[in-house]
């Protein structure tokens, strides 16, 4: 046994395959936008496809539009499909229950925040953002699947803080900014608080979503001015696919429960900031997530708390030379699949399907330090692991 003292991420925690139901809106699922895009690059599911396939995960969503009073008129009403994202159920042919989803995402709308979330809508007496959530969960879970739940934390309506016609001006979009990481974040905590109050045995976690696109506008910008007309395409406020990639982003890596790879192209239907800064991004949503807890130091986004410690066993004359300088040559005796490899700090700096015996890895363009590798023996099919220096 060796003893791997390496703060990564959690990489053995996330659930999977991610089998992702929505109970969510335009602000997740924003179709057809103003702007054309290339296929559904103004949904977070398409982004969250690309991710988990570039990590070598797979990832399957559908869902519903509508706000939490029309998500309450169980049972659902499965209304969303996508150019290459793999649907996760058919409604016409199989039962929820039946269709193995284990993530359930849900949204409130991004105006109600003028009152508490357990207080009634004016148009639905009886019924308050908490109640019709509680509804909507008490059915899934009757369905006997028992998935993990997190709410969608978006971002507020921009309206009312434009004295003209959108975009913003600098000073107004400060005056949003200040509402999105106060008195709106602090309904979305309430929100969250109050429903697990009424339901303390639910999986039920939270993804601040809107404050974290807001820090990063505020991070890549800075100093600068903001291409609100590349980011934004109305006062709603809906998204461009930038929007929705940092939305997803930040979806990603709760749910995932580690970072993003840090190999993912960026397509240039993203704004180009985004792309050249796509590294320190992640580390600051990454950041931002660890930082988001209870009072308790419980946190509200993770199910299994990141940066552990693990004592795993490594294989030895498997793989060499260690130290190396860039090259790492497998020598096992059964095909080596879905190799992953982490930095130092936990970041996924390389994926690859599948690698035959005596296959080679080129790492040359890795800076040199600690890296700590994941695989599957193509016969047993059990994780293994291995730590490597590179010189």
């Known amino acids: 046994m060796v003893l791997l003292l390496l703060s990564i991420n959690s990489i053995f925690a996330q659930v999977s395959p991610i089998r992702n139901y929505i109970f969510g809106h335009s602000l997740l699922d924003h179709r057809p936008p103003i702007n ?17 396939q570039e990590a070598g995960y797979d990832y399957y969503a559908g869902g519903q539009y509508g706000f939490l009073p029309q998500h309450a008129n169980v049972p659902p009403n499965a209304q969303w499909g996508y150019d290459i994202v793999p649907g996760v159920w058919d409604q016409d042919y199989e039962s929820f229950a039946d269709a193995d989803i284990n993530t359930i995402l849900i949204t409130a709308g991004n105006f109600m925040q003028w009152q508490a979330p357990d207080v009634d809508y004016p148009s639905d007496p009886g019924l308050s953002p908490v109640s019709a959530t509680l ?37 107004e979009f400060q005056a949003y900014s200040d509402y999105t990481n106060g008195a709106f974040h602090q309904w979305w905590i309430d929100y969250q608080d109050l429903v697990l109050a009424q339901r303390p045995d639910l999986n039920v976690k939270m993804i601040p979503v809107g404050p974290i696109i807001d820090r990063v506008i505020q991070e890549t910008w800075s100093g600068q001015n903001i291409p609100f007309l590349q980011l934004y395409e109305d006062d709603a406020p809906h998204g461009r696919p930038s929007i929705y990639f940092l939305a997803a982003l930040t979806t990603y890596m709760a749910i995932q429960e580690e970072k993003a790879p840090i190999s993912f192209l960026i397509p240039n239907v993203v704004h180009p900031d985004i792309q050249q800064n796509y590294s320190g991004i992640i580390d600051l ?107």
């Open 36 to 52: 054309p895009t290339p296929s559904d690059e103004t949904t977070v599911p398409h982004w969250m496809y690309l991710l988990a």
């Open 285 to 391: 949503i990454w950041d931002e997530l660890l930082a988001f807890h209870f009072p308790s130091g419980e946190s509200r986004v993770f199910f299994n708390q990141p940066n552990s410690i693990y004592i795993r066993d490594t294989p030895k004359d498997c793989w060499g030379p260690n130290p190396g300088f860039g090259e790492l040559l497998f020598y096992g005796n059964q095909a080596a699949e879905r190799i992953r490899i982490f930095n130092h700090t936990g970041q996924l700096v390389r994926s690859i399907q599948k690698l035959e015996p005596k296959g080679l890895i080129n790492l040359e363009a890795l800076p040199a330090g600690a890296y700590f590798l994941q695989y599957q023996s193509a016969f047993s099919k059990q994780l293994q692991y291995f730590t490597w220096i590179k010189q």
């Open 135 to 171: 509804q909507v969960f008490d059915w899934v879970e009757a369905q006997g699947d028992a998935p993990r739940y997190y709410i969608y934390e978006n971002w507020p309506d921009m309206a009312g803080y434009l004295a003209n016609d959108f975009p913003p001006t600098t000073s």
